[in-house]
């Protein structure tokens, strides 16, 4: 990666919780982001995760879905702009977005963008420390996961939308099309319905973390009550 210094975070306060714009982004290990989930909470609680595609290798898979595609430092410039003006901050769960806009947008955006940042993940282990609350035990996710803090929350989604297979899927879908194959006929008959489930998987569980990484920085700031 391009850049490694330490990355120190800020959780958000409740009221930067509650008019945050919330991002989470899907990939593969060590390459640049192909997939952003964007909420703006402010909409309304039937607001829309825009999702987009940042990955022209992925281009057939975004027409299919109907989604936009673009790079990271367009998006992240566009987040920027619009945060500052308006602001707002943009609020992930941990450090990750912080990470890999170092790493593949330009080091003056990169420093605006790490400037807005709050970590909903921080919040909610300074949280559960004050309370002392045990993490629900999961066979599926370990440590400080997304996954576990929406359960001790009580905000539950099914159990399959919690999907760990996002590197696999965007590395199966990228050889595919490189392959010459196109949405329609990636590979035959239930192997072609499994890749296009496993996409449509994907963007489910984006949407998911962004709705989750809401909700519990909204209860651990003191903004909403889930029991």
């Not at 958000?12 to 990939?27: K, Q, W, Y």
């Not at 009580?154 to 899927?169: C, D, F, K, N, Q």
Request: with cysteine; glycine share 6%; aromatic share 6%.
């Amino acid at each position: 990666m391009a850049n490694t210094n330490s990355i120190r975070t800020i959780a958000p306060s409740a009221a930067e919780a509650a008019h945050a714009i919330v991002i989470d982004c899907e990939g593969r290990i060590d390459h640049p982001p192909a997939e952003m989930g964007i909420l703006d909470p402010t909409l309304g609680p039937d607001a829309p995760v825009r999702q987009v595609v940042l990955l022209a290798s992925l281009r057939l898979a975004a027409q299919a879905k109907g989604l936009e595609l673009t790079n990271l430092e367009s998006v992240v410039g566009e987040l920027v702009e619009r945060t500052e003006r308006e602001g707002r901050c943009i609020m992930g769960w941990s450090s990750r977005e912080i990470q890999l806009v170092r790493d593949y947008c330009s080091p003056r955006l990169a420093a605006r963008f790490e400037a807005l940042h709050r970590d909903a993940k921080k919040a909610a282990k300074a949280w559960r420390k004050k309370e002392q609350q045990p993490l629900p035990k999961s066979s599926v996710a370990t440590g400080a996961s997304l996954w576990r803090f929406a359960r001790l929350i009580g905000y539950e989604a099914s159990s399959s939308l919690w999907h760990r297979g996002s590197a696999r899927t965007i590395a199966i879908l990228e050889d595919a099309f490189d392959r010459g194959c196109t949405y329609e006929t990636l590979g035959r008959g239930r192997a072609a319905a499994r890749r296009k489930a496993r996409w449509t998987r994907l963007l489910r569980h984006n949407e998911l973390d962004c709705r989750a990484t809401y909700e519990i920085a909204q209860f651990v700031t003191g903004g909403r009550d889930h029991s």
